[in-house]
T-cell receptor, first 111, second 113 residues
Framework: KQEVTQIPAALSVPEGENLVLNCSFTDSAIYNLQWFRQDPGKGLTSLLL?????REQTSGRLNASLDKSSGRSTLYIAASQPGDSATYLC??????????FGSGTRLLVRP | DAGITQSPRYKITETGRQVTLMCHQTWSHSYMFWYRQDLGHGLRLIYY???????DKGEVPDGYVVSRSKTENFPLTLESATRSQTSVYFCASTSGGVNTEAFFGQGTRLTVV
């Protein structure tokens, strides 16, 4: 059974700091990995999708990496801003196309 | 409007009542999903569907029923609501490609009293 874990569960950093969020999964038979952002009381917004054959994907200040063999992904946020405060979720698409989620990392960027 | 929409956004119902949450997507995505999100449990898959008339159980299917007679709609029914089904419910869709994104609705906040 695929299990997805995210650490840390919560993170508080001062504005301007670079930070890394971690995601690990137990079964490397995945089609892709997707990072989402969720603001309080809102839905999920897709940030980045990394295909299983890719090593990394970038969008603006965000960079996501994938090491499928070791079951790990990281989301790197450069020069963090208070507007980045949200919960970040990773999800893997397994062989039956289901999305399996981690519990998320709650990020607070202090001004 | 293009996208994935859920209705209602908020619902309060009484224990034992039947309630249906609606999900509609305009992309003709083949796969659709229902998740519930609870504090301490993250997002858990209730049911999913690979195509019209094809559905399968997820992690927490008990107490829920789904149907998918049309590709664009995937309603979720709570046959006899219980307080433990108080949650935020999210619908999602994705195409059949292995390297395609999943998109989520805005969620339905359901309270069972």
């Amino acid at each position: 059974k695929q299990e997805v874990t995210q650490i840390p569960a919560a993170l508080s950093v001062p504005e301007g700091e670079n930070l890394v969020l971690n995601c690990s999964f137990t079964d490397s038979a995945i089609y892709n990995l997707q990072w989402f952002r969720q603001d309080p009381g809102k839905g999920l917004t897709s940030l980045l999708l990394i295909q299983s054959s890719q090593r990394e994907q970038t969008s603006g200040r965000l960079n996501a990496s994938l090491d499928k063999s070791s079951g790990r992904s990281t989301l790197y946020i450069a020069a963090s801003q208070p507007g980045d405060s949200a919960t970040y979720l990773c999800a893997v698409k397994d062989s039956s196309y289901k999305l399996i989620f981690g519990s998320g990392t709650r990020l607070l960027v202090r001004p | 409007d293009a996208g994935i929409t859920q209705s209602p956004r908020y619902k309060i119902t009484e224990t034992g009542r039947q309630v249906t949450l609606m999900c509609h997507q305009t992309w003709s995505h083949s796969y659709m999903f229902w998740y519930r999100q609870d504090l301490g449990h993250g997002l858990r898959l209730i049911y999913y569907s690979a195509a019209a008339d094809i559905t399968d159980k997820g992690e927490v299917p008990d107490g829920y029923v789904v149907s998918r007679s049309k590709t664009e709609n995937f309603p979720l029914t709570l046959e006899s609501a219980t307080r433990s089904q108080t949650s935020v419910y999210f619908c999602a869709s994705t195409s059949g490609g292995v390297n395609t994104e999943a998109f989520f609705g805005q969620g339905t906040r359901l309270t069972v009293v």
